[in-house]
């Protein structure tokens, strides 16, 4: 079974510049989450899609990110502008949903280097 | 959610047993223990989880006193490869939600 693809894995941008992660979640799981870790902590949670529609984004600043998953698969995470204080690694996990108790299976991540 | 509470870091010699202490006093009844790990430039990979009987699998032990307020992880053949940070996370039954603290560092050494 494929596990949770990301891409890109590093990324070094300016401030102000914009920035898009893609995730493709495990075949078959309809809850995909993205999370920021920033380093030596443990990973925040963004935001939380069940198919394609956000059940929690309480978390994700709205002003500078955004979150899609049009067809219920894939899904972007995007940062404009981007400030110094985003540098973390960017995580996706996926997970089957339905009843819980359940797991939730984490990407590689994309390390996003603000300058 | 109940938070918890995990030593910062902790030794272990390779080949030996890991017993990885996590406190959750303030648990409730339909929360679920959950233990995670994040090997160095990796994603948090699932280990075990349980309510209130002890489990086992083919990575670990997961043993929860009687009153649920705490918990041990135990990793039963260290080895190298278990260098981590390990996460204690107490889940309730129905959300979705993982929330994690800072965990604990665990280093096998040879």
């Known amino acids: 079974e494929a596990g949770v693809a990301q891409s890109p894995r590093y990324k070094i941008i300016e401030k102000r510049q914009s920035v898009a992660f893609w995730c493709n979640p495990i075949?078959?799981?309809?809850?995909l989450y993205w999370y920021q870790q920033i380093l030596g902590q443990g990973p925040k949670l963004l935001i939380q899609?069940?198919?394609?529609?956000?059940?929690?984004d309480s978390q994700l600043p709205k002003d500078r990110f955004s979150a899609e998953r049009l067809k219920g698969v894939d899904s972007t995470l995007k940062i404009q502008p981007a400030k110094l204080e985003d540098s973390a690694v960017y995580l996706c996990?996926?997970?089957?949903?339905?009843?819980?108790?359940?797991?939730?299976?984490f990407g590689p991540g994309t390390r996003l280097t603000v300058t | 959610d109940a938070k918890t509470t995990q030593p910062p870091s902790m030794d272990c010699a390779e080949g030996r047993a890991a017993n990885l202490p996590c406190n959750h006093s303030?648990?409730?009844?339909?929360?679920?223990v959950y233990w995670y790990r994040q090997i160095h430039s990796q994603g948090p990979q699932y280990i075990i989880h349980?309510?209130?009987n002890n489990e086992t699998n083919e990575m670990a032990s997961l043993i929860i006193t009687e009153d649920r307020k705490s918990s041990t992880l135990i990793l039963p053949h260290a080895t190298l490869r278990d260098t981590a940070v390990y996460y204690c996370?107490?889940?309730?039954?129905?959300?979705?939600?993982?929330?994690f603290g800072a965990g604990t560092t665990v280093t096998v050494r040879a």
């Open positions: 349980g309510l209130k």
């Open positions: 996370i107490v889940r309730v039954a129905d959300d979705y939600k993982l929330s």
């Open positions: 075949s078959g799981h309809a809850t």
């Open positions: 899609f069940q198919n394609n529609g956000v059940v929690d």
């Open positions: 303030t648990i409730s009844g339909n929360e679920y």
């Open positions: 996990a996926s997970s089957v949903g339905g009843r819980p108790p359940y797991e939730q299976y």
